[in-house]
């Protein structure tokens, strides 16, 4: 029951240009793993998310044909997947932006056949209301979001499914998902669970 990803955070791990470059490995070594559990059975079977599409993108610029037919693969065995946002973005990102941000969907979609219906934006304040007609607008149907509490406060409690409604009356499913430790949390592991 767990996808595994990277989470980018561009700048505060390391500078741009290597996160690039650990992402790109990351893809190749998740590939790598997806190739060598492929007789594994269903439910143990590792499954890779990309956090974001600008690191699949860094990727697909340096990927050849036989690359990106093998992530093909992994995609239609249902072991490899993307979210839809390009970065974790902060809610100081107006709409021209957010909408430029969105614009390589189309795009992705048609090479690696993923469907980018779910968004991410992790580590961060949360999204504008005004972005929810926007990512509906570009296909997305969820929007799951792990607010820093460092920085901002999460709405009610967490975790929390809900129907968030935009201000045209559109409603998007939404998660105010659990920050960093989610996992430790669940599992219990500090009590040795």
């Known amino acids: 029951l767990l996808l595994h990803h990277t989470h980018t955070d561009i700048g505060y791990t390391h500078e741009q240009p290597v ?3 650990l992402n790109r490995q990351f893809i190749a070594d998740a590939l ?3 190739d060598q559990t492929a007789d594994w059975d269903a439910p143990s079977r590792p499954i890779w998310t990309c956090e974001v599409t600008e690191t699949l993108r860094y990727w697909l610029r340096r990927a050849g044909p036989a690359q990106i037919e093998r992530f093909r693969r992994a995609v239609q065995a249902g072991r490899m997947s993307a979210c839809a946002m390009p970065y974790n973005l902060t809610p100081m ?3 021209p932006q957010f909408l430029r941000s969105l614009a390589s969907l189309t795009e992705l979609r048609h090479t690696l056949g993923l469907p980018f219906n779910v968004a991410l934006n992790h580590d961060i304040n949360g999204l504008p209301w005004t972005m929810i007609p926007l990512l509906l607008d570009a296909g ?3 929007v799951m979001m792990g607010i820093n509490v460092h920085f901002g406060g999460f709405p009610l409690h967490r975790p929390l499914f809900f129907n968030w409604i935009g201000p045209d009356g559109r409603g998007i499913i939404a998660l105010n998902g659990e920050h960093y430790g989610m996992f430790q949390r669940y599992a219990r592991i500090d009590e040795g669970s």
Do not use: A, H, Y
């Open 32 to 34: 790598e793993q997806i």
């Open 93 to 95: 990102v107006g709409v």
């Open 19 to 21: 996160v690039w470059e």
């Open 140 to 142: 997305v149907e969820m």
